[in-house]
């Protein structure tokens, strides 16, 4: 079943994904765009994130995933879309490649060159820094501050508090 059965859609050179609406004038008029309606917000990652509405349910999807699929058809089970230019809101068709996960995580590594699996700051995920987790340490060493206060403080999550604390994660730190 394609996604476009839950929707009434139409993509254009550009990868943008716009909403459409029937014509008033007909039964079976033809559709046509929305003055400019593109669907699509920027989430926290950096794709554009479609909501899509069907008999009162709703589907999330991004749109470099409606882009493929409306000009080739459903994605193989077990594979994703990657972005060429690694540009993630970047969705022209032409930038947009069916690859496995681990294709995806190697493009990444290889050509973007974005680091996983370092230690400390060269981990390509890491969102603290080495004075940072020594300042978390020495703050609970002093006493009188949560696990929970530090997290607000240092914009991070509970377990990685905890994790750094009992120093099974910035070992060397």
């Known amino acids: 079943m394609y996604l476009f059965s839950i929707a009434v859609i139409d993509v254009d050179s550009k990868g943008n994904v716009w909403r459409l609406k029937k014509k008033s004038n007909g039964k079976y008029g033809g559709y046509y765009h929305i003055k400019p309606y593109i669907l699509g917000y920027k989430n926290s990652d950096g794709y554009i994130f479609n909501t899509l509405s069907c008999s009162g349910n709703q589907y999330g999807v991004f749109c470099h ?17 990657n972005h060429k230019n690694g540009i993630k809101d970047d969705n022209r068709l032409e930038n947009l490649e069916v690859v496995t996960p681990r294709q995806n995580i190697c493009h ?3 050509v973007l060159g974005i680091q996983f699996g370092g230690l400390g700051v060269n981990n ?5 820094t080495e004075k940072e987790v020594i300042e978390i340490r020495d703050l609970y060493n002093v006493g009188n501050i949560t696990h929970k206060k530090l997290s607000k403080m240092f914009n991070c999550c509970e377990p990685n508090i905890q994790a750094i604390l009992a120093r099974k ?3 060397l730190v």
Do not use: Q, T, Y
């Not at 995933?65 to 879309?81: A, C, H, K, R, T």
């Not at 390509?124 to 603290?128: E, K, N, Q, S, W």
């Open 124 to 128: 390509g995920l890491a969102i603290l």
């Open 65 to 81: 995933s409606l882009v493929w699929i409306f000009n080739n058809g459903l994605i193989p089970n077990g594979m994703e879309i």
């Open 169 to 171: 994660s910035w070992k």
């Open 108 to 110: 990444a590594r290889d």
